[in-house]
């Protein structure tokens, strides 16, 4: 896929990090959106239908979890691409958000990874969407 024609939703509530990733995901040639919460998050999907959504997990009014069962569960929505990215291990989430989650193509921890690594990781999940 190139880069200019992905479009890629940030949902994120730290304005500091939603600048950052939108910044260095612009910089490769990305087109972003950009969400505060799970179901604005929601609300942008529907809108833009973007190629692939990063999503928070600790967010106010609706969490990452429950943004995530909401795209899942829309037969418009259902298709695209989530990664979960936060800074909460994925191993002390409970039962129902774990199966929750089990639906991201994958969980990224923020605190391990900076922005260049994300969006080399986005890169590759675009390529390999693509390409499956």
Same mark, same amino acid.
């Given at each position: 896929?190139? &880069?200019?024609?992905?479009?890629?939703?940030?949902?994120? !509530?730290?304005?500091?990090?939603?600048?950052?990733?939108?910044?260095?995901?612009?910089?490769?040639?990305?087109?972003?959106?950009?969400?505060?919460?799970?179901?604005?998050?929601?609300?942008?999907?529907?809108?833009?239908?973007?190629?692939?959504?990063?999503?928070?997990?600790?967010?106010?009014?609706?969490?990452?979890?429950?943004?995530?069962?909401?795209?899942?569960?829309?037969?418009?929505?259902?298709?695209?691409?989530?990664?979960?990215?936060?800074?909460?291990?994925?191993?002390?989430?409970?039962?129902? !958000?774990?199966?929750?989650?089990?639906?991201?193509?994958?969980?990224?921890?923020?605190?391990? &990874?900076?922005?260049?690594?994300?969006?080399?990781?986005?890169? !590759?999940?675009?390529? &390999?969407?693509?390409?499956?």
């Amino acid at each position: 896929m190139i &880069n200019n024609m992905a479009k890629i939703l940030v949902v994120e !509530d730290d304005p500091i990090l939603q600048k950052m990733y939108a910044s260095k995901l612009q910089k490769e040639g990305y087109e972003t959106f950009i969400a505060s919460d799970g179901q604005e998050g929601f609300d942008q999907a529907k809108k833009e239908m973007p190629d692939f959504i990063l999503l928070d997990l600790m967010m106010p009014k609706t969490d990452g979890a429950a943004a995530l069962r909401l795209l899942k569960d829309d037969e418009e929505t259902k298709g695209i691409p989530v990664a979960i990215l936060s800074v909460i291990p994925e191993d002390t989430q409970n039962a129902e !958000d774990k199966i929750t989650l089990s639906n991201a193509v994958a969980y990224w921890r923020k605190d391990q &990874n900076n922005p260049s690594e994300i969006t080399e990781k986005i890169k !590759d999940c675009l390529n &390999n969407k693509t390409t499956s």
